[in-house]
């Protein structure tokens, strides 16, 4: 329950947005995950069993369960005020969104904010954007009060080239010329917070969150070869080419699919920096060069987590 009295809601709490939104708000508040054990800031509870809720350090409450298991959504949702929906990209995600919503219908949720992608559209070429959009519009025609935050790429992502990076020295990947504000998590998730503390003020609001300037994949690369003191290179990929090559790897022809693709998601309209992201925090949004101070030792030693 925030300060308001009000309670909220974070679904995807484990994931980089969900996590930096758990972590900003800072006041009590409810979160759904698959464990206890999973939740940013919190304990595991002994001895209750799942789809019950228990109470974790920091003022986190937990609900043990999921998208797809009705009846923890229901616990989950009772008197809950404000929702951040958020969650795992899958072929299921519309489904399991829409399952979320008529539960948060039947439990009286008013305010629904929504993690979305700069690109959503329902003719996009990625299957992502064509489920937010289908998201999107299915709130836009439900009663709930909505607010929709649309970031661009995130910087993160650029974590699961880091391997490559220090070992050939290289980033191999389709996004052609172009140029991306790509946008740190850290900084979507604290404006998803600055949003969850007075929904009111931003009902009915999309916002486009950008980094502060667009680069190249050559500029990343360049950027790189002066923080590591060695060169990188960009290798400029043909999308049919990182296709197979994450396919050779076990990755879902659903998602290579979509990550071949990517570049495609964006006009060049999609692609130019937005101010909304330093509105919404009170203070510039992380330029690239901080990130990469932030990650220099990821990218010396080639460890990183997947973010395929």
């Known amino acids: 329950m925030d300060d308001s009295g009000q309670t909220i809601l974070i679904t995807g709490a484990t994931g980089q947005v969900g996590g930096a939104a758990l972590r900003a708000l800072g006041r009590p ?42 009846a923890s959504l229901r616990v989950a949702l009772d008197n809950v005020d404000i929702l951040f929906l958020a969650g795992r990209d899958n072929p299921d995600q519309v489904a399991q969104h829409e399952r979320v919503l008529a539960v948060a219908a ?13 690109g959503a559209r329902a003719d996009s070429p990625v299957a992502l954007m064509r489920w937010h959009a289908a998201v999107e519009e299915r709130l836009r025609s439900s009663a ?18 880091a391997g490559d990076v220090a070992s050939a020295g ?39 969150l950008t980094g502060p300037a667009a680069l190249s ?35 879902p022809p659903w998602r290579a699919d979509d990550l071949a693709a990517i570049a495609s998601a964006y006009s060049d309209a999609d692609n130019e920096p937005t101010p909304a992201l330093a509105e919404l925090l009170g203070r510039p949004a ?13 990218f ?8 395929l």
């Not at 054990?37 to 350090?57: D, F, L, Q």
């Not at 990188?232 to 990755?251: G, M, N």
């Not at 901080?290 to 990821?298: E, K, S």
């Open 29 to 70: 508040v409810r979160v759904l995950a698959r464990s206890a054990v999973e939740a940013p800031g919190t304990r595991p509870a002994v001895g209750v069993p799942r789809a019950h809720s228990s109470a974790g350090v920091d003022g986190v409450e937990v609900v043990a369960g999921s998208f797809d298991d009705p």
């Open 106 to 118: 039947s439990t009286g949720v008013r305010h629904v904010v929504k993690l979305s992608a700069i």
């Open 144 to 161: 709930f009060a909505w607010t929709f935050l649309r970031p661009h790429l995130y910087m993160q992502n650029l974590l699961r080239f």
């Open 170 to 208: 290289r980033i191999a990947a389709p996004m052609g010329v172009a140029r991306y504000p790509l946008v740190d998590t850290r900084d979507v998730g604290a404006a998803a917070a600055a949003v969850l503390r007075d929904p009111a003020a931003h009902a009915g609001a999309t916002y486009a």
């Open 217 to 251: 994949y050559a500029d990343v690369a360049a950027a790189l070869s002066s923080l590591l003191s060695r060169p990188v290179a960009y290798e400029a990929l043909e999308p049919a080419t990182y296709r197979s090559a994450l396919l050779d790897a076990d990755v």
């Open 286 to 298: 992380t330029p690239f060069s901080a990130f990469l101070a932030d990650h220099r030792d990821t």
């Open 300 to 307: 010396l030693a080639g460890a990183s987590r997947s973010h």
